[in-house]
């Protein structure tokens, strides 16, 4: 069963918003921010700036596309991880080699 949202308050170009994520966004978020080497406001607003739409919405895909990518790094699909280039690319292939030095 689905948790319920969460809103925090983020600062994009120095105005608040509030986004409403479910915890499972909330901590991906975060951890992609961390490996970024940013903060989750510059992440958001960085994504902000490409969006359409609901910005909430844009993390989300934002997100999910990121998880993609490092699946299809982590089972060799160059291919389809580089479909698109955003900056998810970089950050997933960060990611994995940071789990491959982990292991």
Do not use: C, Y
Not at 52 to 59: D, F, I, Q, R, V
């Amino acid at each position: 069963m689905a948790k319920a949202l969460i809103k925090r308050s983020v600062t994009l170009m120095g105005h608040q918003t509030s986004l409403s994520l479910e915890p499972v966004f909330w901590e991906a978020l975060a951890q992609a921010a961390r490996v970024e080497g940013v903060s989750i406001n510059a992440l958001v607003t960085r994504i902000d700036l490409t969006r359409s739409g609901n910005l909430s919405s844009a993390l989300r895909v934002w997100l999910f596309e990121r998880a993609q990518k490092a699946l299809a790094l982590a089972q060799g699909d160059d291919q389809q991880a580089g479909e698109r280039d955003d900056g998810a690319e970089d950050g997933a292939r960060r990611e994995l080699l940071a789990k491959q030095d982990d292991a």
